[in-house]
């Protein structure tokens, strides 16, 4: 509740510093030759711009399981089924969460996450290849982190993210957009675009301050990583941690499908500088590194 409250109080405290600016500068007279209210362009911007973040965070759970092929444990099939449904039950208990589902997807590339719009009703699914790589140990800290991503609200608060963020794209684009079309007014009517130029400039903008967004996002979820591998630590141990994550380095690198990415417990493999402020993952030795600094200040 308090990351929604804080989330809520973000958004509109930056919507009415965006409100002076465009009285200051009288972006409004330009939003009113088109039709378009600065007060209704707001409440269009801020339907669609959340409308889409959390339609896709409500799904998230159904598309997770259907895209990944994930199978729910019922009753437990093998000691791999047994060790992860324990390990989620006993993180559950100490955190004070209600059980998540939990289940299993087959794939080669060691890999984890957590995702549902509620903390009480998440999905936990872990790929085939951790149940032969990794001790009991290491994956209860594989587990661990992802319960972590739950108590600590990570899918909601990055559904909250996006949908401020849409609403900015969506509202900059269009008073920017006006501006930008009324001031070549004179070159549009003798072109003979008219709506054409400003759906353009439109779209174009939309683009940038989208990518501009897209940063801002993967920002906030290196972050959280960073506090994902400290509670897993905290769960299960720090050696243990830092283990499984030396683990995940051994393995095939590949990064979960879509949305599903900025949830799992391995991300990208590494890049160059711009690469990287678009990962949603922290590289693992900076995340080793961040485990080693903890310990040894605890």
Known sequence: MKRIVWFAAVNIAV???????????????????????????????????????????????????????????GQPQNAFESQVLWSVSAHARRLGLGL????????????????GARRHHALVAVSSALGSAMGPEELDAVLGHEMTHIVNGDMITLGLLQGVLNTFVIFLARVIGSAIDGALGSRREESGQGGLFYF???IALE????????????AFSRRREYRADAGGAALAGTASMIGALRTLQRGLAAPLPGQLRAFGIRGESEGGVIRRLFMSHPPIEDRIAALQRAGSRG
Do not use: C
């Open 100 to 115: 998540p589902q939990v289940g299993v997807f087959e794939s080669p590339v060691m890999n984890a996450f957590a995702t």
């Open 200 to 202: 353009l400039i439109v």
């Open 15 to 73: 919507l009415v510093v965006i409100t002076v600016i465009v009285e200051v500068f009288g972006l409004d007279r330009y939003l009113g030759a088109y039709g378009l209210s600065l007060g209704g362009l707001l409440a269009f911007s801020a339907v669609f711009g959340f409308g889409g973040a959390f339609v896709s965070l409500a799904l998230s759970k159904w598309l997770a399981i259907h895209s990944m092929g994930v199978r729910l444990i």
């Open 207 to 218: 683009i940038l301050f989208g990518v501009l967004a897209t940063l801002i996002v993967m």
